[in-house]
């Protein structure tokens, strides 16, 4: 049976009166919690694992993902919040909506700005978490602070967590709102996929860029990645090309995908494929998403490579430290 879609004054998160409500309420049947485990799950020291990835870019960030038992709470408070009814304007964190839909949402034959926030999460401080449950939730203050510590790392919003997308959303929801007023207000439709937004319309220009920027200033945050585009240019949004005939893969990722079968093509030895097939089926896939012609490849690939996936998944190491993922 479909949940029904509620107000965020209904969320199961709102207005908790004490530390044991809240260990009740983020329990499950799998993960039973109490206000002990709660309080020892607050602490960064053991609960996250922090390590280096490097992008497509060759830029590396820093990423911090809860431990297995802190992620199924973060995982529980996604849930919980994805019950609560989305503005029109938010594709991501939103079940029934992606950034393909985000990127369809936009007539291509439309002037188009888009911008998103430079180092989000990272930017998004432990006291706007807190302020989110505390003042709109209307959880009390040690509620709201537990919460806040369970949720964040080193005092800002943790870049590995299955909560931070929508949670992001909540630490500025008055900065998204205003932008999308503002974009009423102009006539452009704006849609928001985490911190990447984008506007179309015919009066969508470089000064409606610098009018978002400005938005995203006065909020303490910094703009990032700002394009404005023509009618007539090819509009990549959230990774999706859209066209009149619908959305299509971005030329950068058909690159990637070339280069990945080149670097399987190359390889001699099964670490060496098993190097190039990872991240090549996770682009394929990717592309799979905005044009399903991809799946096809997808499942070709794994047939033709079984092997070399199957013994990728058979513990290879001895010691008794081996760990997986």
Known sequence: MRRPVLEISDCWLSAIPSPAILAARLSTDANKLTVATLQELTKDDGNFRVFPLVGNNGKVRIIQEPKRQLQRIHSRVHTLLSRVMAPDYLYSAVKGRSYVGNAQAHDPNHPTVKVDIKNFFPSIPRVAVYNFFHRQLKCRVDVAGILADLLTYDGHLATGSA??????????????????EFAKARGLKMTCYVDDMALSGPGADKSTLYEVKKI??????????????????????????????????????????KNGFDALASASTQSEKLKALNPLIGRLEAAAQIEPIYKARVATLRADYADVLLTARRPVCAEPACVVG
């Open 163 to 180: 909560a931070s997308p929508i949670l992001a959303y909540y630490s500025y929801e008055a900065l998204f709102d205003e932008v999308h």
């Open 216 to 257: 995203i200033a006065r909020h303490g945050l910094r703009s990032h990645k700002a394009h404005a585009f023509s009618s007539a240019q090819p509009k990549v949004i959230t990774g999706v090309c859209n066209t009149v005939s619908g959305p299509r893969v971005p030329n950068r990722l058909h690159l990637k995908i």
